[in-house]
T-cell receptor
Framework: AQTVTQSQPEMSVQEAETVTLSCTYD???????LFWYKQPPSRQMILVIR??????QNATENRFSVNFQKAAKSFSLKISDSQLGDAAMYFC???????????FGKGTKLTVNP | DTAVSQTPKYLVTQMGNDKSIKCEQN?????MYWYKQDSKKFLKIMFS???????INETVPNRFSPKSPDKAHLNLHINSLELGDSAVYFC???????????FGPGTRLTVL
């Protein structure tokens, strides 16, 4: 079964600084998708970014970018110019079409200090 | 213009009761899901439906029964509630079975 590991239960960053959240996953498949979701205190699960495994180019959404290393099975999220509103739990997730299941990591709680 | 909505947002009930959570999406998606987020924030899929057909049924007690009256709705009925059922339940939807999933606001269920 596929597993997703987020090794940092908590991280903190100063406002306007850059922070990187780590994620590794285990799979024997070659075609899959990876996601980062954000869950602020409001509890809403918000899609941050999506990466297709067949694409070599790293996905970017405004201040959010990923470093996708397929061979290393690593998918880290970089948040640039951190803002107070970025404070949230961040979940890395893996999806493979064969199983049709979105598998989540245990999350990283990000605190942004003013 | 809510995309995926759930009712109620909070549900407090006694052990042994039966309760339902409703989910509706106005995105025109074909696939809908139920997830459970436990007290440690771990999210796990429970069920998925595609065009009203059950696709995924994880190892979930029989007391949990999903029902999809149409493509836009997926309800979750829970019988004989137990303390361990206390959690946040999320509904999600996606355009197809292999597309990005979009989540509802969650329903916090507390069983006393």
């Amino acid at each position: 079964a596929q597993t997703v590991t987020q090794s940092q239960p908590e991280m903190s960053v100063q406002e306007a600084e850059t922070v990187t959240l780590s994620c590794t996953y285990d799979t024997s498949e070659s075609d899959y998708y990876l996601f980062w979701y954000k869950q602020p205190p409001s509890r809403q699960m918000i899609l941050v970014i999506r990466q297709e495994a067949y694409k070599q180019q790293n996905a970017t959404e405004n201040r959010f970018s990923v470093n996708f290393q397929k061979a290393a099975k690593s998918f880290s999220l970089k948040i640039s110019d951190s803002q107070l509103g970025d404070a949230a739990m961040y979940f890395c997730a893996y999806f493979q079409g064969g199983s049709e299941k979105l598998v989540f990591g245990k999350g990283t709680k990000l605190t942004v200090n003013p | 213009d809510t995309a995926v909505s759930q009712t109620p947002k909070y549900l407090v009930t006694q052990m042994g009761n039966d309760k339902s959570i409703k989910c509706e999406q106005n995105l025109g998606h074909d696939t809908m899901y139920w997830y459970k987020q436990d007290s440690k924030k771990f999210l796990k899929i429970m069920f998925s439906y595609n065009n009203k057909e059950l696709i995924i049924n994880e190892t979930v007690p029989n007391r949990f029964s999903p029902k999809s009256p149409d493509k836009a709705h997926l309800n979750l009925h829970i019988n004989s509630l137990e303390l361990g059922d206390s959690a946040v339940y999320f509904c999600a939807s996606s355009h197809s079975r292999v597309d990005t999933q979009y989540f509802g606001p969650g329903t916090r269920l507390t069983v006393l």
